[in-house]
């Protein structure tokens, strides 16, 4: 238990650089994208896909650019900033 407190203490006070971009897909449609990157642009990336907004994403994303990983969160279709309508688990195989 005092490792994982230590870890995420130490999370908490590593930065990592935050990039919003808009991804389109196939059929046109632009998918929000929030980007928290470490140290390197070019690294094993975790990404999550969510219809609910990324409110404690960076708390983790702190957690994993610390181990060299870049995080991402995707909004879903009509969700959060990302365009397009909401039709729950009906195109994410397209996305």
């Given at each position: 238990?005092?490792?994982?407190?230590?870890?995420l203490?130490?999370?908490?006070?590593?930065?990592?650089?935050l990039?919003?971009?808009m991804?389109?897909?196939?059929?046109?449609?632009?998918?929000?994208n929030t980007i928290?990157?470490?140290?390197?642009?070019?690294?094993?990336?975790?990404?999550?896909?969510?219809?609910y907004?990324?409110?404690?994403?960076?708390?983790?994303?702190?957690?994993?650019?610390?181990?060299g990983?870049?995080?991402?969160?995707?909004?879903?279709?009509?969700t959060?900033?990302?365009?397009?309508?909401?039709?729950?688990f009906?195109?994410e195989?397209?996305d």
């Amino acid at each position: 238990m005092r490792v994982l407190s230590l870890l995420l203490y130490i999370s908490c006070i590593h930065s990592a650089i935050l990039k919003e971009e808009m991804i389109e897909m196939k059929d046109g449609v632009k998918l929000h994208n929030t980007i928290f990157l470490g140290n390197q642009e070019k690294a094993p990336t975790v990404m999550t896909r969510s219809p609910y907004g990324y409110r404690d994403l960076e708390m983790w994303s702190d957690f994993y650019t610390m181990f060299g990983f870049v995080v991402i969160g995707q909004d879903w279709r009509g969700t959060g900033k990302s365009e397009g309508n909401f039709a729950i688990f009906h195109q994410e195989e397209q996305d």
